[in-house]
């Protein structure tokens, strides 16, 4: 069966393009460090005569190209189409939305925004007229979604995930609202979404820290994975899991001892759709940050640091020298906490996750007396109190 057609007024994926050495070169294939001064960015479109056919702009930089792409799609498609009425379906509308949210969100998020659409959202509501679209049907809506299963998961959609979901529809309907072709946004009216109490945040004690490390280190496996390591670096520096993928040789300053030495907190690894692996600045303003290194990662990283490293290279590199991914790396762990528990207790690591490091991260710097504003400046946070109320492990057991 072949590809289905675009929907009318729509436009696929956009592909940038770089002029580099008298050729067009894939905007992914452009080797880091260098600007190209040349882009064109093109996608196919689809009108409403019903022709597909390719649309391409240029401009100076990759951003440039891509926004008078979208112009000229949104030019196309008519985003003030007069044809769009009450009657047109809501999948419409979020054909309209997805484009206006490519200039306001990072590609990640974009990404996670698309996969609710097409997974959560489209399937039950996309072909439903905007007038048929009231409080009744989606309040009938937000509670079916509370019994529905994560994708890739055996556990239901949490109510954070469902409060996204809300939100991305409650977005749409804003649309035909600003064009008065519905009186109000009736998600406005539906029942707010509620969740269980908040866990307390859990950290390793001592004895688990131990038993944990000495069974990575144990596992035959975990090596391939660069586990042993990756995870000793998250403990001693708090650092997010793309962090510490993203970290580069370049901002790893070795000095003579641990005391001297410093590692600059400057992006995250991130898997974009359709570009593989990019590096992104940071999660915040406050993710770019110094971080100390401890005695026993200062020398981690002088042993692992090779004498002919390029700056660029990723301090966990895979094997053609790229950064990884790292959904790769946390399907890995989730491999590695199956093969450590014990067989008549195959729970015993199930609620180990990379995030468990930063919180022990954080809760060990409470206990040394740091105050909350210390932690939440090596964390990267921007507000100390969501450093003490999320990250700190209070009231674990002795």
Known sequence: MGRPPLPLGSHGEIRTYAHLHGRWTAAKNVPGGIKPTRWRATANYRGMDGVTAPVEKSGATETKAKTALREELNTRAGILNPTLSKRSRFAEFATIWLAEAEDRLAGTTLDNYRC??????????????????????????????KNTVAYGSEDKLSPGTRRIIRSIVSQIMDIPVRRDLISHNPV??????????????????????????????ADRTAPRSDLPDLLRLMLGTGLRIGE???????????????????????????????????????????ATRNVGVPEF????????????????RPVFADGDGRMRNPGS??????????????????????????????????????EAGQSARQIADVLGHA?????????LGRGMPN
Not at 299 to 308: F, I, V
């Open 297 to 312: 990662l200062y020398l981690l990283l002088a042993m692992r640091k090779p004498l002919d490293v390029g700056p660029a």
């Open 244 to 286: 510490a993928l993203g970290l580069r040789w370049a901002d790893v300053e070795l000095g003579q001892d641990a005391a001297r030495s410093v590692i600059r907190v400057t992006g995250n690894a991130v898997y974009v759709k359709g570009r593989g692996v990019v590096r992104h600045d940071g999660k915040t303003f406050n």
């Open 116 to 145: 609710y659409l097409d997974r959560h959202i489209l399937p039950p509501l996309g072909e439903n007229r905007i007038h048929e679209l009231k409080v009744s049907r989606l309040e009938d809506y937000f509670r079916d979604l």
């Open 329 to 366: 790396v946390h399907n890995a762990i989730v491999r590695l906490r199956k093969r450590i528990s014990p067989v008549d207790e195959p729970d015993r690591w199930k609620w180990f996750v990379s995030h468990v490091l930063r919180k022990t991260a954080a809760t060990q710097l409470d």
């Open 188 to 217: 406005r009216a539906v029942s707010r979404i509620t969740g269980g109490a908040r866990k307390a945040p859990r950290a390793l004690e001592l004895h688990e820290l131990v038993e944990f490390l000495a069974l990575v280190d």
């Open 383 to 391: 507000d100390p109190s969501m450093t003490q109320r999320v990250y």
